[in-house]
């Protein structure tokens, strides 16, 4: 099954990219990779959330905005290359802008991670970092980025 007829099985559709909010590229493919910028969990260009998590933003609903983030990034790959190239999902980093004290940074990953499982199944599985940060472009609650594996 390809990775559209995938989403499509999930009732998931890859949004318009966002456009840069400064000098970057939403993706660029070197060899048999993509990496993405760090994408935010924009729904028709707006944020549905902002503020920290721990604070503002429950981390349920963080994690709700790191598998649109992560949504996102595949959007950004698929105008990049086409998301049915990806052959694997490599790496995903995810940022959390973390009120003092709040530790559950995994758990709010988790939205992105699980979210590369129920797509690409065995090859969603990937590396991963997931790091609290003070604050995040436009007080998004989360930033995700990709590296994956395509096809040449």
Not at 63 to 69: C, G, I, N, P, S
Not at 86 to 95: H, P, Q, S
């Given at each position: 099954m390809s990775v559209s007829d995938q989403l499509a099985r999930l009732d998931?559709?890859?949004?318009?990219?966002?456009?840069?909010?400064?000098?970057?590229?939403?993706?660029?493919?070197?060899?048999?990779?993509?990496?993405?910028?760090?994408?935010?969990?924009?729904?028709d260009g707006e944020l549905p959330a902002t503020g920290k998590v721990g604070a503002e933003v429950t981390a349920e609903t963080a994690?709700?905005?790191?598998?649109?983030?992560a949504l996102n990034a595949l959007a950004a790959v698929d105008?990049?290359?086409?998301?049915?190239?990806?052959?694997?999902?490599?790496?995903?980093?995810?940022?959390?802008?973390?009120?003092e004290g709040?530790?559950?940074?995994?758990g709010v990953i988790n939205g992105a991670s699980?979210?590369?499982?129920?797509?690409?199944?065995?090859?969603g599985a990937h590396a991963r970092s997931a790091v609290g940060?003070?604050?995040l472009p436009l007080g998004s609650p989360?930033?995700?980025?990709?590296?994956?594996?395509?096809e040449d």
């Open positions: 998931l559709t890859l949004p318009t990219v966002a456009a840069p909010v400064a000098a970057y590229v939403p993706a660029v493919r070197t060899g048999n990779q993509v990496w993405t910028s760090g994408q935010l969990p924009f729904v994690e709700r905005l790191a598998r649109t983030a105008a990049l290359v086409g998301v049915d190239r990806i052959t694997r999902v490599l790496k995903i980093v995810g940022f959390v802008s973390s009120a709040f530790t559950g940074q995994p699980n979210l590369m499982g129920e797509i690409f199944g065995e090859a940060v003070a604050e989360v930033e995700v980025e990709l590296i994956v594996e395509i």
